[in-house]
């Protein structure tokens, strides 16, 4: 193994675990954001460091220091100590492994040699994935019963039951949708996604499988246990289900697994069926062809972005009451240099490539730089759809969520699979 | 005679409703029209910044209790215990002292309100023969630190204005 290989084993892997637990912070504050400006609130917006809100993300920060210090309690009552620890950390270890078969970037060509971009770079994706996102149930299961309390084992037997009565549909859409690939390797996925359909309709998963997309998300949504399908912690009835005598960080590891859950379960639905870390109509080829012309694109359409994005922040980031020499306009005003000197930055750094570097390897590692970004920003908007659903829709019966998983998504998951292969057998 | 018998009509019935997903859609719809008249404006936001932007209180609104005066200064209340016997939550506490100067026979050397105690009823304002007893001193945050502090005194009960003019609190029905 040369220092190359090795230091992309590490980046690869760090990426795997790092992007994840990040993004954890981003999805509590736009799940906050987000469910205030739903419901016409303003959300956390307080919380600062030296007078830098930086939009509410400090607020996390607060939230975790506050969680770390708590108290850690293991009621007395409780007899299986050693399952009750095990089962925050089953949730979230397994919802974090998740993501090591999912890829990131096309297969990515350095002189002679090829790096898969997944953390894991394996040939079992998609059964990977379904192995142990089943196995995160273990966790909930575990954590109600453990806790030796009526709402937990009644939260942990909503989750058990609702996971697998949801694999199964979800497990049927996949069987469709692989017999559209013909694989089960989610980088050759992300590659299949890459062509073209009729030449102009970007071969994405969802256009390919119209109706498998809906069950497969449906279902996505029950695995992961949120709204409309999060009965296992129904606040209303059960108070907080399974994790209801957790505190502390054993608390914040569900809470935490729930997001990396979240996450996770947002790139699969992008890998699978909206286009993975494909541009629509460029492919790796394309752009590595033409990669001039993108970043000189990119050159220009960086300014235009900061420039609108300064605005909305100007307008936004102020009081909305009189306020003597206001220190948010003070605040939005350091904001809008950092801005700057970020695209500043940009555009040097795209300079510098544009005159010295172009050509071989650098187009190589500056069309991965794409795609991740492309990646990490649909999978953002996927996990955006995650909150919109949350603070759109009630919570189901439990009933009513069994009634839908094997009356209703069950047979369209079969008719589903019958209409895919008379198709496939029919025309290719 | 006959009875209006209003028929409601049943919502929720046709394919597409049972269909649900199509609601669903719609449902999203609303709310992301408000997401994003948000995002793009945050002043339209329906919430009043509340440390800094305190809201307008009415002149019958109960808030923190204050003992009134005459004109000349001297205290109205007069020690006759309506207030406390009518005191739901026992949180008044009295004790009379001689007068002298002449508008009475008693007036109150102790008068204790205890805030913790207090549910903010009115019934005192209401008992009181002599309008002695007023809740229009528009403080509607009623905090501290330790109990001791919750409990008024005389002096501070005498201390505190209205923060009403007396015809605006006439109005009010006081």
């Given amino acids: 193994m040369s220092a190359l290989d090795i230091l992309l084993v590490i980046l690869r892997i760090a990426f795997g675990a790092f992007v994840p637990l990040s993004f954890v912070a981003i999805l509590v504050w736009m799940e906050r954001r987000g469910a205030a400006f739903f419901q016409d609130r303003a959300g956390p917006n307080r919380c600062n460091v030296l007078g830098f809100r930086a939009g509410g ?17 293991i009621p007395g009552h409780i007899k299986h100590k050693f399952y009750f620890v095990l089962a925050p950390m089953l949730v979230f270890i397994t919802a974090l492994l998740c993501f090591a078969v999912i890829p990131f970037a096309d297969v990515l060509i350095l002189g002679d040699k090829h790096y898969i971009m997944q953390a894991v ?22 954590a109600g019963w453990s806790s030796h309390n009526k709402y937990g084992v009644l939260g942990g037997l909503r989750a058990a039951a609702q996971v697998i009565s949801y694999e199964i549909p979800m497990g049927l859409a996949l069987v469709s949708l692989l017999a559209v690939y013909g694989t089960v390797n989610l980088s050759e996925m992300a590659q299949f996604q890459g062509r073209l359909l009729f030449g102009f309709i970007p071969m994405w998963g969802f256009v390919l499988q119209p109706l498998g997309v809906i069950i497969f998300i449906v279902a996505a949504f029950a695995e992961t246990n949120r709204t409309p399908f999060d009965l296992a912690e129904g606040e209303s009835e059960i108070v907080a289900g399974y994790h209801v005598e957790y505190s502390s960080m054993k608390f914040a590891l569900f809470f935490m697994g729930e997001y990396v859950a979240m996450f996770v379960s947002s790139a699969l639905i992008v890998t699978l069926y909206f286009g993975s870390y494909q541009i629509p109509w460029f492919n790796t080829e394309t752009l590595v062809t033409y990669a001039r012309p993108v970043v000189i694109a990119i050159m220009l359409g960086l300014p235009v972005i900061g420039y609108f994005f300064g605005e909305w922040m100007k307008r936004n980031n102020r009081s909305h009451y009189y306020r003597e020499n206001d220190p948010r306009q003070k605040e939005t005003t350091v904001y809008i240099a950092l801005l700057w000197s970020l695209v500043a930055i940009l555009e040097i750094v795209l300079l510098i490539y ?26 953002f908007l996927m996990c955006f759809v995650y909150v919109w659903v949350r603070w759109t829709l009630p919570r189901f019966r439990y009933d009513q969520l069994q009634k839908i998983g094997w009356e209703k998504l069950l047979p369209l998951a079969l008719l589903n699979i019958f209409i895919t292969s008379a198709i496939i057998v029919s025309f290719g | 005679m006959s009875i209006k018998v209003r028929t409601v009509e049943r919502k929720g019935r046709t394919f597409l409703e049972q269909l649900y997903l199509v609601e669903v859609i719609k449902g999203m719809t609303v709310t992301l029209g408000h997401f994003f008249r ?32 005459h004109e000349d200064g001297s205290v109205k209340c007069v020690a006759c215990f ?3 016997t009518n005191c739901p939550s026992n949180c008044i506490m009295i004790e009379a002292g001689e007068r002298h100067d002449g508008r009475s026979e008693k007036m109150p050397t102790r008068f204790d309100i205890d805030l913790l105690e207090c549910i903010y009823c009115g019934y005192c ?41 007396e015809e605006e609190y006439k109005k009010g029905g006081g």
């Fill in chain 1, 57 to 73: 993300l400090i607020q996390n920060a607060a939230d975790g220091i506050k969680l770390a210090f708590k108290e850690d309690v």
């Fill in chain 1, 121 to 142: 770079p394996m040939d079992i994706g998609i059964l990977w994935f379904l192995a142990v996102v089943g196995f995160g149930v273990y966790g909930i299961i575990l």
């Fill in chain 1, 354 to 379: 544009l005159v010295f570097a172009h050509g071989g390897v650098a187009d190589r590692i500056l069309v991965a730089l794409l795609q991740i970004g492309t990646f990490l920003f649909k999978t």
């Fill in chain 2, 38 to 69: 948000n995002l793009l404006d945050n002043s339209r936001l329906y919430v009043r910044h509340y440390p800094e932007v305190e809201p307008e209180i009415t002149a019958r609104w109960r808030g923190r209790h204050r003992l009134t005066r």
């Fill in chain 2, 82 to 84: 309506m207030c406390q």
């Fill in chain 2, 125 to 165: 304002v209401e008992a009181c023969p002599m309008d002695a007893i007023r809740m229009d001193t528009g403080i509607y945050s009623v905090t501290s630190y330790s109990r001791d502090s919750m409990v008024l005194g005389l002096e501070e009960l005498l201390e505190t204005p209205g923060a009403f003019d």
